[in-house]
């Protein structure tokens, strides 16, 4: 018993970690109605980012604080750039660009920066918290108190005036339009704060398994989030990382032994076709999905 | 004699339905149907192998996989998982006694089977929601494939392709393996040829301009979209059983792994949606630029002309792969066969600037 809470309590932590990731795409997807496959990317550089301005000595708290406004102006080159050019595009070029991008910054970023894994040091310690018998991992706790500060502040930035702009923009852009509302800078903004997102997913996933390449496989997890929770909807990156690291961890806590694989990503896997077979729109998402 | 329309009148029906209506065309089909025959004299057996033969087998892939993207306007994002499938079944089938060419079959249908299923779980949904049920699906057979002893002959196991013949000709020598795999790429370009002139083409083609709009008039989606996915798997799964016959020799999970998956989507984005030439173009260009750049840069930090780290430099394929993804889709779209096709149609009218009609 106290093994099955053990994996509860850690696959919750990590799935509001897998949220964090997940919570750049659901932002960008709102806005700007485009699937984000280089959020993975995006976490990834906001790690090395971060690593890179601690290597020059500045402190972390101030190297991350330097890394996000770095990836905040990122965002918004990125949509600059590449994304208002594939406006009215179908959306199998948008999927392909940002897969592009994706490849391109794997390559770009550790080919820069140096493919070995880098340490990430929050100064959080190693040693498991006790709380009646059951271990936690020190990382994994303060990682989902910060998810879920980080995600709260979301939910709370679009009640704000700003926040009610984004909101409307990503209801109906010829309306916002319509009533004066600037729909290229609301769709620059949410890459911006998306890149903001990634950096607190980079920065705790980094401390917790190093800086490299692989932190841009968090998109998978982070896609399978998306789908369970709704892919327009914070509340549902909140629940559909619970659901994710939970089943996550608690399942291939006991199959693993039985079928000698790692079979985290095959429930990854199930989720998101089960998802899609049962309920498309996810838990959260808005049912505007057309169907055939 | 320059003008190369000159005299083109069609008079009758099955002249103007010609697959190739124009002479100069035909001209220049014939001409690279001789030197794909000839390539084994013409070319040393180092560049046949590593060069041409891959070439040609992911050229039959990407058609493949143009047919459902293309023509179809389906995204796959797991067909690298589908010409798994095609590969490890007609090994499996080979090795249990079954002659190479029902073998093919075999890989093919099995991949047709399984790809269905999958398509017919994931055809519900479009756009986005059919990339990630796709995405899923390559997961779900990598897993599958790498941790059923029974099918990969173990954990970090290669699986060996038993020697085989095809058509009483021994799969042995290069050639005999590359004039193979140039038989199901001219039989792979010949069916994407004419599918698009058939009711099935048109009903596909319609369903991807405007899926309702092709209902009102009477084409089944689902049924059209799931022939579709049929069709393509089946033609994946031949492909891949071609690609561990003739090129690989041996398999291993990781050859089919999901960037093989965004490899074969790249081709075929790359090449030109739904185009023949485009399939050629864009498997040509993704297999061979990331290394003919690689090694110009390395050759130009070879003598001394930029400084490369080591690390930057094993890099620079993902880089150059992911940049040509953008820039095509930024100012080529339709890729490499809409370039092709502005220089065919300016050198068809040549020295005119219009055709005139």
């Not at chain 1, 997102?197 to 932190?215: E, F, K, M, R």
Request: with cysteine; proline share 4%.
């Amino acid at each position: 018993m106290a093994y099955f809470i053990e994996l509860l309590v850690n696959g919750a932590l990590v799935g509001l970690m897998y949220a964090l990731a997940a919570l750049g795409f659901v932002l960008i997807y709102k806005s700007a109605g485009v699937p984000n496959l280089a959020q993975g990317a995006l976490v990834m550089m906001a790690a090395y980012l971060v690593w890179y301005l601690g290597s020059l000595g500045l402190p972390i708290w101030i190297a991350i604080a330097v890394g996000a406004a770095l990836m905040f102006g990122f965002g918004l080159l990125v949509e600059r750039l590449l994304l208002r050019r594939m406006v009215g595009q179908p959306v199998i070029m948008v999927v392909m660009l940002t897969l592009g991008m994706e490849i391109l910054l794997r390559g770009l970023i550790p080919g820069v920066f140096g493919a070995a894994p880098k340490p990430l040091d929050l100064g959080i310690g190693l040693a498991p918290v006790i709380v009646a018998d059951v271990f936690m991992n020190r990382a994994y706790l303060i990682g989902g108190l910060v998810a879920v500060l980080l995600i709260a502040a979301s939910m709370l930035f679009f009640r704000t005036r700003l926040g009610t702009k984004l909101r409307a923009v990503s209801d109906d852009h010829v309306a916002s339009w319509a009533v004066g509302l600037s729909v290229e800078r609301a769709i620059g903004l949410s890459w911006g704060i998306a890149g903001i997102a990634a950096v607190g997913a980079g920065v705790l996933w980094g401390s917790v398994q190093g800086v490299d390449w692989t932190l841009s496989t968090l998109l998978f997890p982070a896609i399978a989030v998306v789908i369970l929770g709704g892919v327009d909807s914070i509340k549902g990156v909140l629940v559909g990382g619970l659901a994710v690291g939970i089943l996550g961890s608690v399942i291939p806590g006991y199959l693993d032994a039985m079928v000698g694989g790692s079979t985290r990503d095959v429930v990854t896997s199930v989720i998101i076709l089960l998802t899609i077979l049962v309920r498309p729109h996810g838990i959260f998402g808005r049912e505007d999905i057309e169907r055939i | 004699m320059f003008y190369r329309l000159s005299g083109i009148r069609h008079t009758s029906y099955p002249a103007a339905r010609q697959l190739w209506p124009i002479a100069a065309d035909r001209w220049q089909v014939g001409l690279v149907t001789a030197l794909a025959l000839a390539a084994p004299v013409l070319v040393s057996d180092l560049y046949l192998g590593s060069y041409v033969l891959p070439w040609l087998i992911w050229t039959a892939a990407a058609l493949s996989l143009s047919l459902l993207m293309g023509l179809g306007g389906q995204l796959h994002f797991g067909f690298a998982a589908v010409m798994a499938i095609g590969a490890y079944s007609s090994i499996h089938l080979t090795r249990a006694g079954v002659p190479f060419e029902f073998a093919l079959l075999g890989g093919g249908v099995a991949a047709a089977v399984i790809g269905t299923a999958f398509g017919a779980a994931a055809l519900r949904v479009k756009g986005l929601y059919l990339v990630m049920a796709t995405l899923a699906m390559q997961y779900l057979v990598d897993w599958v494939i790498t941790n059923v002893p029974a099918i990969s002959g173990g954990a970090q196991a290669t699986l060996r392709t038993p020697e085989v013949s095809f058509l009483l000709l021994p799969l042995e020598s290069l050639d005999a393996r590359y004039y193979v795999a140039l038989l199901w790429t001219v039989l792979m370009t010949l069916f994407f040829l004419n599918v698009k002139r058939t009711s099935f083409g048109r009903a596909l083609a319609a369903i991807r301009d405007k899926d309702f709009a092709a209902a009102v008039i009477g084409v089944d989606p689902f049924r059209t979209k799931l022939m579709a996915f049929m069709t393509a798997s089946f033609a994946g799964g031949v492909s891949g059983a071609i690609l561990a016959f003739c090129y690989y020799g041996a398999v291993t999970p990781e050859q089919f792994g999901f960037n093989v998956s965004i490899q074969l989507v790249a081709m075929v984005l790359v090449g030109g949606l739904g185009s023949v030439i485009g399939g050629y173009f864009g498997a040509g260009f993704v297999l061979l630029v990331p290394i003919v750049l690689t090694n110009l840069i390395a050759g130009l930090a070879g003598a001394g002309w930029i400084s490369v780290s080591q690390n930057l430099a094993a890099h620079l394929p993902l880089i150059f792969y992911g940049g040509m993804i953008i820039g095509f889709l930024l100012f080529e779209p339709l890729g490499l066969a809409k370039i092709y096709d502005n220089i065919r149609k300016y050198f068809l009218v040549w020295p005119f600037r219009h055709s005139g009609s």
